[in-house]
């Protein structure tokens, strides 16, 4: 069974840090991509930062020169340094993977549950 398991929310103070990960497990041929979305409340759900398998990264406009998206060593891990939070970012974000699996080796699109990340004075 494929998981994507995340970590790294909480509260912060605008302009704060926040570091969220994201470990993907489980009987995984590769990984073609992941990243991150958020859902705020009253808004979709919206890319926020993406990176392939070959280190290729894009953002969403709003978060571009604050957020990095980052590959971990392992290769099944994927990171999102956040720095000058706003209020404006606070969301569940989750974690999305595209891979191949056992399961399907073809391809199939994976979510994390969410973890809220929490921007205010």
């Known amino acids: 069974q494929v998981q994507l398991m995340e970590s790294g929310g909480g509260l912060v103070q605008p302009g704060g840090s926040l570091r969220l990960s994201c470990a993907a497990s489980g009987s995984i041929f590769s990984i073609n991509a992941m990243g991150w979305y958020r859902q705020a409340p009253g808004n979709q759900r919206e890319l926020v930062a993406r990176i392939s398998s070959g280190g290729s990264t894009n953002y969403a406009d709003s978060v571009k020169g604050r957020f990095t998206i980052s590959r971990g060593n392992a290769k099944n891990t994927v990171y999102l340094q956040m720095n000058s939070l706003k209020p404006e970012d606070t969301a569940v974000y989750l974690c999305?993977?595209?891979?191949?699996?056992?399961?399907?080796?073809?391809?199939?699109?994976?979510w994390g549950q969410g973890t809220q990340v929490t921007v205010s004075s």
């Open positions: 999305n993977a595209v891979l191949r699996s056992r399961d399907y080796p073809h391809g199939y699109e994976y």
